[in-house]
């Protein structure tokens, strides 16, 4: 049998059985590490492409450690090798640049032969991303979001529509405005606000509000984290 507390030391000629299990143990825990990402993302789309990718991230870092070695020639040829290709995907969630580093690391790991280190930093990090659902940096709590309005130019009623924004939200900040040259928009300004709402489901209300209000046209709410834009 493998001694996987002692075999982080034997890196020079791997066995084909030490590979076959450095690649099924970055399977497994990049596998856990992605059932993390699906169970507590509040992503909607949840990409398949990318929960595989976290999965596939890990067993390829794992064969590519195990072909280096200990090789500093071989090292270097792999860099050269990659400078060649272009990553375009922009990632927007930086919590998806964090699981994407976590399934890195586990197949890092597990190609130097370290598997004590990926399975305590692998329960580590899925552990820690669950207990953060219960704690006030959780997802749900993130309630910042954009909202977008048409109204002729009135202080009046500028006014009016703050104080609503106070009702909702627990802040909110002008973040641009600007004026229509078209002459049948004549005084008429779009405003665009940052605000965070004080409970999930009063987006909907602000909304509906805002629409009754005279004056006020073409009102946009939208929610980084939250299924829908209204």
């Not at 500093?72 to 969630?93: D, K, Q, Y």
């Not at 641009?176 to 009063?202: G, S």
């Amino acid at each position: 049998m493998v001694d996987f507390f002692s075999i982080q030391n034997s890196t020079e000629n791997p066995t084909l059985l030490l590979i076959i299990y450095t690649i099924l143990f970055s399977f497994s825990l990049s596998s856990l590490i992605a059932f993390t990402y699906e169970k507590t993302s509040r992503d909607v789309s949840k990409p398949l492409y990318f929960i595989q990718a976290l999965v596939l991230l890990a067993i390829v870092t794992a064969t590519v450690m195990q072909a280096i070695g200990d090789s500093v020639a071989r090292g270097l040829g792999m860099l050269g090798a990659l400078a060649v290709i272009r990553f375009r995907t922009t990632i927007r969630n930086p919590r998806n640049i964090v699981f994407m580093f976590s399934s890195l690391a586990v197949g890092i790991a597990c190609g130097v032969y370290g598997f004590v280190i990926a399975i305590v930093g692998t329960l580590g990090f899925c552990i820690s991303a669950f207990a953060l659902r219960f704690t006030p940096f959780s997802q749900k709590n993130n309630l910042v979001g954009t909202l977008r309005f048409e109204m002729v130019e009135d202080d009046e009623k500028l006014n009016e529509v703050r104080n609503i924004l106070k009702k909702y939200s627990e802040r909110f900040a002008l973040k641009r405005y600007k004026t229509f040259n078209n002459p049948e928009k004549e005084n008429v300004i779009e405003y665009e606000y940052m605000l965070k709402l004080k409970q999930e489901d009063e987006g909907l209300h602000l909304a509906k509000i805002l629409r009754q209000t005279p004056n006020v046209n073409s009102v946009r709410l939208a929610f980084d984290d939250v299924a829908e834009n209204i």
